[in-house]
């Protein structure tokens, strides 16, 4: 059961334009969904969260838009950039009486490339 | 600071043999927990320990174990090897739960 998806396996964005990532959820209870990006062998970073109480968060070149209506959430990047190129996955917290804290679920990552 | 330290970066068992898995969390941290991320399915919740207690546990089998110490350094052990349990293993620590998650690189197990 995979309760968060990212359908999008790979994008291709050129230099200096938007990249759009998507991800949607099933679990209602999740309230905090974060982003990571991930170069190979290395460990995921974190870039950037989102609170469910919220339905925008921006941080210099990226953005989260969180649609929970929806149960969908995205990351803007603008511009996008050579060294932006990585597997970027999204990962979901659900609140389930602050028993949680240290469980995120993640979906299967997209594949940025962005060529010069 | 110094990150987090997962050791070895690399290991090659034989399927039916155990192996212990090291991390090492960033000073003051008290949460660590625990991913197995495979090809096409991203990064699955192993477990979580918060001061030396396992807080939260993923679905997997009971040969998937893990402790934490006093320290806070964590261990996870994994017995009778199959080949699924090829993997890159995670480690990831943090003060206050995943808003401040900060991953080591890993350890890649192969399993022969």
């Known amino acids: 059961d995979q309760q968060v998806k990212q359908n999008s396996p790979s994008l291709s964005v050129q230099e200096g334009r938007i990249s759009i990532l998507n991800c949607d959820y099933t679990n209602s209870m999740f309230d905090y969904f974060l982003w990571y990006k991930k170069y190979p062998a290395e460990g995921p970073t974190f870039l950037i969260s989102i609170s469910s109480i919220k339905d925008k968060n921006e941080d210099g070149r990226f953005t989260v838009f969180l649609n929970k209506s929806a149960k969908h959430l995205s990351l803007h990047i603008v511009p996008s950039q050579p060294g932006d190129s990585a597997v970027y996955f999204c990962a979901a917290r659900a609140n389930a009486g602050g028993t949680s804290y240290g469980k995120l679920t993640f979906g299967q990552g997209t594949i940025l490339t962005v060529h010069p | 600071k110094a990150g987090v330290t997962q050791t070895p970066r690399y290991l090659i068992k034989t399927r039916g043999q155990q192996v212990t898995l090291s991390c090492s969390p960033i000073s003051g941290h008290r949460s660590v927990s625990w991913y197995q991320q495979t090809p096409g399915q991203g990064l699955q919740f192993l477990f979580e320990?918060?001061?030396?207690?396992?807080?939260n546990k993923g679905n997997f089998p009971g040969r998937f174990s893990g402790r934490q110490f006093s320290n806070s350094r964590s261990e996870m052990n994994v017995s009778t090897l199959e080949l699924g349990d090829s993997a890159l293993y995670l480690c990831a620590s943090s003060l206050l739960g995943p808003r401040g998650y900060t991953f080591g690189s890993g350890t890649r197990l192969t399993v022969v």
């Open positions: 320990y918060f001061s030396e207690t396992q807080r």
